[in-house]
């Protein structure tokens, strides 16, 4: 249950008084309390929060230099929109009046409408974007008495930089009633990389392997922070799909928590700052390191009915960047500036679920976008003129396909787990108006995913009846190959055959003719005796001696059978 107007939900954690810390340094000293916790000294250990706990304690460290942000406080509240690492949504303002970015955490904690939290019934949703400071996630998590589990969950890839795993991720379902995940896919394309060899197997291959070692290395950077900055973007897993084509996974951490009579979402994004900022990965470079510029993310195409005349869908505009587009632009990465336009203003301000439709739509369209996708390579892929093919390793595509397939599967799956544990609840209290559309909602979302995992499964399994496919193929080429040297091996035992006769006669009257000068016999005898051998052998190896070994057993059975009826008669006749 959800909560609904004037009383909190069942299925939100409740926020006694006692878990309400007193400051953002406060809450940093609470969880590297919990993280010094030993197997030996309390049944709910806290190892896993060591790296977590020595970040948020970082600004209370005498070597600590943390990120100005000086620079940006000078800036308009258009370009802050623009670069700010927090946006918050008031639910129950007026429309120009909900949005609020902050560039800071010190603005975000003397805001006023955050020092009101809790006071009203109505509900605010926070987006965070991309890489965090320590100051922030302390701060956020102070004010909004966020569970650290969610910012241990979100940055689950650095849990375990330097440090054991103890294979605590992904947690049981019921430990996460009130945290949320979402992956968002964005499709990538290089233009004409392999303009020289085309789609050739050997350039993915290199591609493939080249863009592994560089994903490794990113991630190693982004596990370690200390070149990033500020807002930029993580990219947890990397693929590609051919010579023009590859994909990235991006993932939303969704926090609903309860704040004294009101409640608040919490959506960290890892999409961020452009991906040409930070880090640098495989999604920029090709494996010479010569094609950057022809690299771009294609936009996730989402549809609202009639949007192609609705003249009042806005324009989202950043000032602050001039008329140049951004670099490696994402779809992504305009959710936060503008969000819920088309939410019913009402129903949003008191249910959270219903507060995030618009994540859960964009994460099918881009679903379905990456499906469509991969069923076009699959369908070449299965092609029969290149299933036909001895030079194509279709095998091995089919694989890593399958793999990628499957984990969409499993993540499908529990955004499914999500959509019916959080949006089967009644709304709002007596509004049956509000009720239906709610359950309308959750409905059509959770048709729209089930379509995707059936979908996917059917990939899936589509890679496996190509598998099978390919494989048997291989196995009747193999089969053929054999066919055709067993006929090569036939026709050097015919050609031995005829030598052999020869062989032997030779053997027998070796070099001793009197044309050679070493016998007194002369060559005509040798031609004499071996023209009566090799015909007999001609003969032999036109017959089938088993045709011959049967007749000869058939003809003796039938003498052995003569013999013996007439020896019957002589005897009867003497008696």
């Known amino acids: 249950m959800l909560p609904q107007r004037g009383r909190r939900g069942e299925s939100l954690p409740p926020s006694p008084a006692h878990l309400r810390v007193r400051s953002a ?3 940093a000293h609470l969880v590297a309390a919990h993280a ?7 049944l709910y250990p806290g190892l896993n929060y060591e790296n977590l706990s020595q970040y948020l304690l970082q600004p209370y460290s005498q070597h600590y230099h943390p990120q100005s942000s000086a620079s940006l406080s000078t800036e308009s509240a258009s370009a802050a929109q623009a670069t700010c690492f927090a946006m918050l949504y008031d639910l129950a303002a007026a429309e120009n009046e909900r949005a609020t970015p902050f560039i800071s955490p010190e603005a975000f904690e003397n805001s006023a409408t955050i020092q009101a939290l809790g006071t009203s019934e109505t509900g605010h949703l926070l987006f965070l974007r991309g890489n965090p400071t320590p100051e922030w996630l302390n701060t956020i998590g102070y004010m909004c008495n966020i569970d650290p589990e969610f910012f241990l969950r979100h940055l689950d890839f650095r849990a375990t930089a330097g440090k054991p795993d103890y294979f605590n991720l992904p947690g049981l379902p019921s430990s996460k009633s009130n945290f949320l995940r979402l992956h968002w896919t964005t499709i990538g394309s290089r233009g004409a990389t392999f303009e020289r060899h085309g789609r050739d197997q050997e350039e993915v291959e290199l591609l493939r392997n080249d863009s592994a070692r560089r994903m490794e290395h990113y991630l190693d950077e982004t596990r370690s922070g200390h070149k990033m900055k500020i807002c930029d973007s993580f990219v947890r897993r990397f693929a590609v799909h051919d010579g023009t084509h590859f994909s990235f996974e991006q993932d939303v951490s969704i926090c609903i928590n309860s704040i004294g ?12 700052s452009d991906l040409t900022q930070g880090p640098s990965g495989p999604w920029l470079e090709s494996p010479n390191r010569s094609y950057s510029w022809k690299t771009r993310a294609l936009p996730t195409m989402q549809y609202k009915p009639n949007m192609a005349l609705d003249a009042r869908i806005p324009v989202v505009r950043r000032p602050s960047e001039g008329p140049q587009p951004r670099k490696f632009a994402q779809s992504a990465s305009l959710l936060y500036l503008d969000y819920g336009k088309g939410l019913d203003e009402e129903l949003a301000a008191y249910n ?3 507060v995030l439709t618009d994540l859960f739509k964009f994460t099918a369209f881009s679903e379905i976008q990456f499906l469509n996708m991969m069923e076009t390579k699959l369908m070449k892929e299965t092609d029969f003129s290149v299933i036909n093919s001895r030079h194509s390793p279709t095998l091995s595509n089919l694989l890593y ?3 990628i397939l499957d984990q969409h599967v499993q993540q499908i799956e529990e955004t499914i787990s999500s ?6 609840a009644r709304s709002t209290d007596g509004l049956t108006e509000s009720e239906e559309v709610l359950t309308a909602v959750a409905s059509k979302l959770l048709k729209d995913f089930e379509y995707l995992a059936v979908r996917a499964k059917t990939l899936s399994a ?5 598998m099978n496919i390919v494989m048997s193929n291989n196995m009747l080429v193999e089969s053929q190959r054999a066919i055709e040297q067993a006929a090569g ?24 003719f009197t044309q050679f000068g070493t016998g007194v016999l002369s060559i005509w005898v040798w031609f004499a005796a071996s023209t009566p051998v090799f015909v007999v052998s001609v003969l032999l190896l036109s017959l089938d001696i088993s045709k011959i070994r049967g007749t000869g057993t058939a003809f003796f059975r039938a003498l052995s059978k003569r013999k013996s009826r007439r020896e019957g008669s002589d005897s009867r006749i003497l008696d």
């Not at 009579?261 to 961020?272: A, E, H, L, P, Y």
């Not at 959509?419 to 089967?424: K, Q, R, W």
């Not at 589509?462 to 190509?466: F, K």
């Not at 091996?489 to 001793?512: C, D, E, H, Q, W």
């Open 25 to 27: 340094e406060n809450y």
């Open 261 to 272: 009579n009101s409640w608040i979402v919490v959506v960290w994004q890892d999409v961020g």
């Open 352 to 354: 959270p679920f219903y």
């Open 401 to 403: 396909s399958k793999k």
């Open 419 to 424: 959509i019916e544990t959080h949006g089967n």
């Open 462 to 466: 589509y890679c496996d009846r190509g």
């Open 36 to 42: 010094r916790q030993a197997t030996s000294d309390s």
């Open 489 to 512: 091996v036939a026709k050097l035992t015919k050609l031995a055959f005829f030598y052999i006769p020869l062989s032997f006669t030779t053997s027998f009257f070796g070099m001793n």
